[in-house]
């Protein structure tokens, strides 16, 4: 995760925002010079919000892929701002006066600007998510949800442990509620291997592997499965 100063700045034209960037700098230039005041108020707080955000993240020694998500709303709101203008301007210059005539042109520019980046999000969910997108990293999910439906039973989960082994920053659900039942004085715990495992322990898995590899190490009992996680108890 430790990437340079500018990797959030980079990923806005080479990843995350690569069409619109295009569009960004003429947009900001656009509402500076723009006679409405509220149009320069908004672009004035729009450029120091994103500077700021962007310049804490960037400082930061972990740099994760999602912490620049919260500028994009402003990047929109200014794109936005610069295309309605445009629009404006179309009608001025072409004197559209009818319903239809306005819905025509729009119908034009809209097709334009937009069909570019609706190609790439339909080739990204045909290509890249064959399935929904909420089928992907089930196993680890499938723990989260055991957590979420233990809690909404009042089972209880002291002396269990989680564990998960598929990457060491990709369990964030489980840590959700690991952290959340922490909180209620609930005595369970996360751990990423089979390491230290005492006798009475409570383990829950979601992985094959992980499973075949408790019951070669340990004097285990399967006691319950539920959500696709397997419950032993180390006796």
């Not at 998510?129 to 089930?138: E, I």
Request: net charge positive; with cysteine.
């Amino acid at each position: 995760n430790n990437f340079p100063f500018s990797w959030y700045v980079v990923n806005i034209f080479i990843w995350r925002y690569p069409y619109w960037f295009l569009f960004i700098i003429p947009a900001f230039i656009y509402g500076f010079s723009s006679h409405s005041k509220e149009v320069k108020k908004i672009t004035g707080f729009n450029l120091a919000l994103i500077v700021t955000y962007l310049s804490i993240i960037s400082s930061a020694s972990t740099k994760l892929y999602w912490y620049d998500i919260p500028i994009y709303p402003f990047l929109s709101l200014q794109i936005a701002l610069m295309l309605y203008a445009f629009w404006l301007y179309v009608q001025m210059k072409l004197k559209l006066s009818t319903l239809f005539q306005n819905m025509a042109v729009a119908s034009v520019l809209y097709a334009l600007v937009l069909v570019y980046p609706f190609r790439m999000v339909h080739i990204h969910n045909k290509h890249i998510y064959v399935d929904s997108p909420w089928d992907l990293d089930v196993q680890q999910r499938n723990q989260g949800l055991f957590m979420q439906q233990a809690m909404r039973n009042n089972k209880d989960l002291n002396n269990y442990i989680f564990c998960y082994d598929d990457c060491r920053s990709c369990h964030g659900q489980i840590d959700f509620y690991i952290i959340l039942l922490q909180s209620k004085n609930v005595n369970v715990r996360f751990q990423h291997n089979l390491d230290s495992l005492s006798g009475g322990s409570f383990i829950v898995v979601s992985q094959q592997r992980l499973k075949e590899d408790l019951e070669k190490k340990y004097n285990v009992e399967l006691i319950n499965e539920a959500y696709g996680c397997s419950v032993y108890i180390i006796k």
